[in-house]
């Protein structure tokens, strides 16, 4: 009898960690970091990946140019080269952009974790859904930030101001993809924050920091000559399409359980009518 039970449980041990991932299962830091790091590991090297297509990249940032001239909001090269004349600003620009995108999003997963675990999964699912959404967008629309358009007077301001930090400029660009610009995920990752915190925070003046992060994200992206306008239309649509794939998937995963426990109540109740029957039966 011991060995047969040694045998069933010896299959399902590889798929133990798994399951504890499951829906409903208890929280545990360590699972949840060898989630997040492997997953966060993995976006960055798809996204270095993604094929360096220069010639495509810039036709495509001339195009995308060109929608915003038809809409009026082609505002990168006068917001960049205004607050490049203000030293202090652009460089404090810089550091927000290269450090701020990674430091708030952290903070929020984890205070999340800490203060909020009913809302962490979820949350935590829709952001890394929204990555992988923006991994496609790359893919499929590789785009040169302005500060890489030749010819067209943008200043790159981690270069020009010696800053450090950014992958996007000067020595740590070798080891970026920087035609990875449609979506930006630094919009992206800031209006998920923000919305999260707006959303779950109780301090109203935590709240009116939470909405400041975007505003704050969407000038650093124009100021640094990292991003287009409607590149920040595209992070703020990937993330809509993230939590809409989340919330379809959570969708069927509740009607599959409603289905699977009416069939086990009408298996009881069927079960619950042969039983007269049988006692009849023996009698």
């Known amino acids: 009898m011991a060995a047969r039970q040694g045998s069933r449980r010896g299959p399902s041990r590889p798929l133990s960690w798994l399951r ?9 830091w360590w699972r949840e970091l060898a989630l997040v790091l492997p997953a966060y590991w993995t976006y960055t090297l798809v996204r270095n990946l993604v094929p360096d297509q220069e010639d495509a990249a810039v036709e495509n940032a001339d195009q995308l140019y060109g929608w915003e001239q038809a809409l009026g909001i082609d505002l990168e090269l006068g917001v960049n080269r205004m607050f490049d004349r203000i030293e202090w600003l652009i460089v404090g620009m810089n550091y927000y952009y290269a450090v701020a995108h990674f430091a708030v999003t952290a903070a929020v997963l984890v205070w999340l974790f800490r203060r909020r675990p009913q809302h962490y999964r979820a949350a935590r699912t829709v952001f890394l859904t929204t990555n992988v959404v923006a991994l496609a967008g790359f893919y499929l629309y590789p785009l040169a930030p302005p500060r890489l358009l030749p010819g067209r007077g ?18 740590m660009a070798n080891y970026s993809n920087q035609y990875a610009a ?3 995920m630094h919009v992206g990752w800031s209006v ?9 925070a109780r301090r109203r003046w935590v709240r009116v920091a939470a909405l400041a992060h975007p505003g704050a994200t969407l000038v650093a992206i124009v ?13 703020v649509l990937a993330l809509g399409a993230g ?3 989340w919330w379809a998937v959570a969708t069927g995963r509740r009607r599959h359980r409603a289905r699977s426990r009416a069939r086990e109540q009408l298996a009881e109740l069927a079960t619950t009518d042969r039983e007269p029957d049988r006692v009849e039966a023996t009698v």
Do not use: E, Q
């Open 223 to 235: 100021a640094t000559g990292n991003h287009f306008v409607l590149d920040a239309v595209g992070g």
């Open 20 to 28: 504890r991932l499951r829906p409903g299962s208890p929280l545990r």
């Open 192 to 200: 998920f924050c923000a919305a999260v915190v707006v959303l779950l």
């Open 154 to 171: 943008y200043i790159d301001t981690v270069i020009t101001h010696g800053t450090w930090g950014s992958w996007a400029s000067g020595d």
């Open 243 to 245: 939590l809409a794939i």
């Open 182 to 184: 449609m979506p930006s």
